[in-house]
T-cell receptor
Framework: GNSVTQMEGPVTLSEEAFLTINCTYT??????LFWYVQYPGEGLQLLLK?????DKGSNKGFEATYRKETTSFHLEKGSVQVSDSAVYFC????????????FGTGTRLLVSP | DGGITQSPKYLFRKEGQNVTLSCEQN?????MYWYRQDPGQGLRLIYY???????QKGDIAEGYSVSREKKESFPLTVTSAQKNPTAFYLC?????????????????FGPGTRLTVT
């Protein structure tokens, strides 16, 4: 079945550092890929998405590129801020049938001033 | 503004009682979902509904029930049969249609309800 694997957290960075959160997936066909962000005590917000190979999703300075050859969708940001501290979830939806999202376990990001 | 509302934000119940969590959306989305989140874990799908008057079990449906009588509403009942009900519950919706059309849209989440059962 489909699955998503994320790097273990927490990821601890200083403000303005470069961020990478790794995400790899297992799926048949061509799934759609998503990054969601969850701030403390809140629901999830869609951060960015990519629906086909080599697509780059971007939003609020975050980027991720759909790499079919490495089955990866790593999240990056060039300069993190304290306000980026949150839990980040990678997810996929299958390429056939009704969309059911499969989530990774989440990666907590802590950014210090 | 369009969005998804869940109420209440915090809910406390005694063991053995059923409890119903509310989820309402005004996004005109066909599909709705319920997830459970436990500390340090990802989201697990409880139930989902592609269209009014239809719903399917997700990965952890035991001890839960749902209804979908209106497009806007998808309440979740946590029954006394659920062995470990204390968790953070998230409702979501998406504009996806039955038969997999518009399947790449992503899901939109409510703010969640934290249920504590003692």
């Amino acid at each position: 079945g489909n699955s998503v694997t994320q790097m273990e957290g927490p990821v601890t960075l200083s403000e303005e550092a470069f961020l990478t959160i790794n995400c790899t997936y297992t799926a048949t066909g061509y799934p759609s890929l998503f990054w969601y962000v969850q701030y403390p005590g809140e629901g999830l917000q869609l951060l960015l998405k990519a629906t086909k190979a080599d697509d780059k999703g971007s939003n609020k300075g975050f980027e991720a590129t759909y790499r079919k050859e490495t089955t990866s969708f790593h999240l990056e940001k060039g300069s993190v801020q304290v306000s980026d501290s949150a839990v980040y979830f990678c997810a996929l939806s299958g390429s056939t049938g009704f969309q059911k999202l499969v989530f990774g376990t989440g990666t907590r990001l802590l950014v210090s001033p | 503004d369009g969005g998804i509302t869940q109420s209440p934000k915090y809910l406390f119940r005694k063991e053995g009682q059923n409890v119903t969590l509310s989820c309402e959306q005004n996004l005109n989305h066909d599909a709705m979902y319920w997830y459970r989140q436990d500390p340090g874990q990802g989201l697990r799908l409880i139930y989902y509904s592609q269209i009014v008057n239809d719903f399917q079990k997700g990965d952890i449906a035991e001890g839960y029930s749902v209804s979908r009588e209106k497009k806007e509403s998808f309440p979740l009942t946590v029954t006394s049969a659920q062995k470990n009900p204390t968790a953070f519950y998230l409702c979501a919706s998406s504009p996806d249609k039955p038969r997999g059309l518009l399947r790449q849209s992503g899901q939109y989440f409510g703010p969640g309800t934290r249920l504590t059962v003692t």
